[in-house]
Each structure stands twice: as C-alpha cells, then as structure tokens.
C-alpha cells in the first residue's frame, strides 16, 4: 500500500553529511557534543527565566520561547543524524521523513518569526521607551507569539502538504542529513515546478517580510542611539541590540543561502554546509551568545546558583 498520495517509496536513505567512512566518528563525537550544548544551555535558560521573578519581562519571554523553539528545533533531527553517524544503512521511513519535515520547517518559521518580535520589542525599548509597557504589554507580547506559532504552522503545512502531492517512484537517496525540502525534490518522477514555486513564495515571504521588519526596526534604533549624548548610553543600547543582531545576521543569512534560489544537484553539497549553521550551529549558539553577553542573565544565574549552594 502506497504511504502517500501516489507515491511508491516506503522508506528514504539519507546519505549523511559525508559517506568517507574515517569522518563518521569524529563528526558522531563533535555533534553530539554540540547538540549536549544546546539541550543544556537552552533548557538552563527556559528554568532561569521560569524561576527569576526579575527576568519576567518581554524581553526574556521573548527569549524563552526562543530558548524553547531552538531546543525543540535541534531535536527534530539531530538524535537522527547521530544515529546515521553509527549505523550502516541510514534509513527513515516516508512517513517518518514527512513528520521530520514538517517539523523542521514550524520550528525553523517559529524562530524566524519570534527573532522578529524580539526586534519589534528592541524597537520600542529604545525609540519608544515611555510607551513600553503599554505597548509591549502582556496581551501583545502572546499575541505576537501567537502570531509566530500560526504562521509557522500554516507555512509548514504548506509545505509538507505540497510534498505529500509528489510522487516518489524508485530512487530513494536523499542527499543529506535529513528530510529537508530540495533534496526530497530531486527524487520525486514528477514535475516540481508547481512545488518549487510554492516554496519560493513562501520562502520569499517568511525571509524577505521579517528581515525588512527586522531592517527597518534597527535602522530606527540606530539613529535613536546616535543622538543619545552620554557615551554612558551608547554603549548600554548597542549593548541590548548587539547579540540580537548577530544571531540574526547568522540565522537569515545561511537561511536565505539555501532556499532563496532553484535546487541543483551541484548546490546540495553547498546547502549542507548551510544547513549546519542553521540546524546545529546557530540553536547552540543562541543561549551562549544572550547569557554571556546579558547583564541580568549572569546576575540570575548567580543568585540561582547561590540559592543552591545554601
């Protein structure tokens, strides 16, 4: 019985980030490092902001719901890939790579569209900060978080239902580490174009939109922070905005690398080298770069860290 709408494949071989039999362990021992990393550095955020009363602000909410999307995101594929490093056939089901699938992709919109509240809140910190609280209020920082949840979702049905439409005949190699939307487009025996435009649009639309928010948002910020006098206060706004920026910057970029243009076969050994960035790298990155470049994080952590102790 066909596990799809007309398809005949049952089950998908991934062929990893490499087939040189040498790198197998030493990448198996880097990534799971890694992936240890960003379990425990994002789930030590999400508890230190759930148990500081201080850090109950837009801001770190913001934050703890990145925390919670980046560790939800890492997993999706991650255990997987270890698993591949190890084993001799690296084989996931159709409907197991559709689940992957979908998944990847509501994390990865979720975290587009949470990077841009985060941006909207720096936004009104600084160049509104009278009106903070009445504009970043409880009622609208969850309903911009809603808002992040329910693009993500209808996005990533989008795309996992136009997967589902191919067709997948005999070939059954997919050239990466997991079920990502270009590779699974080489295999299908049936015209893409329908589904590649579709891809594009949507792609072009949960890239383009949130990075001019995001452009516009700080280019409002920076000219606040240039006709702040006191250097005192320069330097504690480019503070707020710097690792924001730079999570951004590593996020959007990789991100639109690999899907703002056609798919090749050429390209794929490329877009892997991206994917890393976007599905191991940066989720790892994320709770480092806020907690050791964030005043009030280090200042909880200690007091937490403190209360233990005693």
Known sequence: ???????????????????????????????????????????????????NSHLHTPMYFFLFNLSFTDLCYSSVFTPKMLINFISKKNIISYRGCMTQLY????FCISEIYVLTSMAYDRYVAICNPLLYNIAMSPKMCSSLILGSYLMAFSSAMAHTGSMLRL?????????????????????????????????????S?????????????????????????????????FST??????????????????????????????????????????PMMNPLIYSLRNKDVKIALRKTLGRRKF
């Not at 710097?242 to 639109?256: E, K, Q």
């Open 1 to 51: 019985m066909a596990p799809g709408n007309g398809s005949f494949v049952t089950e998908f071989i991934l062929v990893g980030l490499t087939d040189k039999p040498y790198l197998q362990l030493p990448l198996f021992l880097l990534f799971l490092g890694m992936y240890m990393v960003t379990v425990l550095g994002n789930l030590g955020l999400i508890i230190l902001i759930g148990i």
């Open 103 to 106: 998944f990847f992709c509501f």
């Open 167 to 203: 067709t997948f005949c005999d070939v059954n190699t997919i050239n990466h580490y997991f079920c990502d939307i270009y590779p699974l487009f080489q295999l299908s025996c049936m015209s893409t174009y329908v589904s590649e435009l579709e891809v594009f649009i949507l792609s």
């Open 205 to 237: 639309i949960n890239i383009i939109v949130p990075s001019l928010t995001i452009f516009f948002s700080y280019s409002f910020i920076l000219s606040t922070i240039l006709h702040i006098s006191s250097k005192e206060g320069r330097s504690k706004a």
């Open 241 to 282: 905005c710097s690792s924001h920026m730079i999570v951004i910057s590593l996020f959007f970029g990789s991100g639109a690398f690999m899907y703002l243009k056609p798919s090749s076969a050429e390209s794929m050994d490329e877009g892997k080298v991206s994917s890393v960035f976007y599905t191991n790298v940066i």
